[in-house]
């Protein structure tokens, strides 16, 4: 495999046509744009593994139709402005078939008219924001794929779980003001109110916010019985040293990996009693995750995470969508897209519905005894 990290430069409006891609012998070119530096640089460096992983077992079993996978990788650092720059490279320098990306809801909103007037695939693997569905396929935009659930079907599963096995009946939420933060407050809030569930404070604030104790404060006098958050990258580190600062007196909800505060944290159980939800757990116990978890922590000595599931993931249905296509022709690679079934190593089949979206499991998780368990195991459904 060939990786070449791109760094983010100010290119033209302009696109080149389909014709111009990949001719026969060539490697058939995956672009990949993420954060490779920035605040999310770390929180997006487990996809970037996923995505060289399989595409290096891709290459070592004969490629695909014969000819291997090179990976462009394109520096977006969680800028919408950025993405855009890296999608136009990828496009015209690259000559990549797919994109893959673009981590950030922010990001990934911002690239899907780029890959539409380039008539290029664009399957994220990532960005969980309701609104990417709503804008794909019947929405609009027949060349966005997401594959990794979204942050309403997430919602949906982890609220129902609190509506049936909690007493928790007030709930307070802390977003980061972002397409992502924003789908996530809108999400939760409209199925607690299904369940019975009384928002009772929510609070928006900028990234890389570089003090959270006043925020904390304002939401705790309201007595919520959980504060639901909805963060990334740098800000859920610091946001978590705060509050166990402040002395973790409310259990925490809503997306959050404790997995990514590491075991010393969870070690110290001031996250104990918190209850959230994720794509992904590596406690998946279905014989293609454990090969998968087995071979990814020999070779990056950790644990995967959701983003390193759903790259893998994604690179593979990709794969297989330029093998059923019979060329590597993004309009080609377009149509398979669109009659995917992937055995997921979630142990579900990956289809993609007519908004584009796949609808994999999400994973109900709790935090008791200083250990994380799974509570909760649940398909999700569409964002209509």
Request: proline share 5%; hydrophobic share 40%; charged share 20%.
């Amino acid at each position: 495999m060939v990786k070449r990290v791109l760094q983010s430069m100010v290119l033209g409006a302009s696109v080149v046509c389909a014709g111009a891609f990949a001719q026969a012998g060539d490697p058939i070119v995956l672009g990949l744009t993420t954060p490779v530096t920035g605040g999310a640089a770390s929180f997006a460096l487990p996809e970037r593994q996923g995505v060289e992983m399989a595409v290096d077992e891709i290459n070592k079993s004969g490629g695909v139709l014969g000819r291997p996978i090179r990976l462009a990788v394109a520096d977006n650092r969680c800028n919408p402005t950025e993405g855009v720059q890296t999608a136009n490279r990828l496009i015209n320098e690259e000559r990549a078939v797919t994109v893959i990306g673009a981590f950030c809801s922010s990001v990934s909103l911002a690239v899907m008219p780029i890959m539409r007037r380039a008539q290029v695939p664009l399957v994220i693997d990532v960005s969980t924001a309701p609104a990417i569905a709503q804008m794909s396929g019947k929405g609009g935009n027949e060349w966005a794929f997401r594959t990794s659930v979204s942050d309403d079907g997430m919602a949906k599963a982890l609220v129902d779980y609190l509506g049936k096995n909690t007493q928790w009946r007030r709930i307070a939420i802390l977003a980061e003001d972002t397409d992502y933060g924003r789908g996530g407050t809108k999400a939760f809030s409209e199925h607690a109110k299904r369940a019975g569930i009384d928002i009772v404070a929510a609070e928006a604030f900028t990234q890389a916010t570089p003090d959270f104790t006043p925020l904390i404060n304002k939401l705790s006098a309201q007595r919520p019985d959980a504060i639901a958050i909805y963060m990334l990258g740098a800000d859920m580190a610091n946001f978590m040293k705060q509050y166990e600062a402040w002395g973790g007196k409310i259990p925490v909800t809503g997306r959050f990996d404790p997995a990514l505060l590491g075991a010393d944290a969870i070690g110290r159980g001031f996250l104990d009693g918190s209850i959230g939800v994720l794509p992904y757990s590596p406690e998946i116990d279905t014989p293609a995750n454990r090969k998968f978890v087995q071979t990814y922590r020999a070779r990056f000595n950790a644990d995967p995470q959701f983003q390193s599931a759903y790259g893998y993931e994604a690179v593979y249905i990709v794969a297989d969508a330029i093998r059923r296509a019979g060329k590597p022709a993004p309009a080609a690679i377009r149509e398979a897209l669109e009659k995917t079934k992937y055995q997921s190593m979630l142990g579900v089949t990956v289809e993609f519905d007519e908004y584009n979206q796949a609808h994999n499991n999400a994973v109900v998780l709790q935090l008791k005894d200083r250990k994380i368990s799974i509570v909760g195991l649940q398909r999700t459904g569409g964002d209509k």
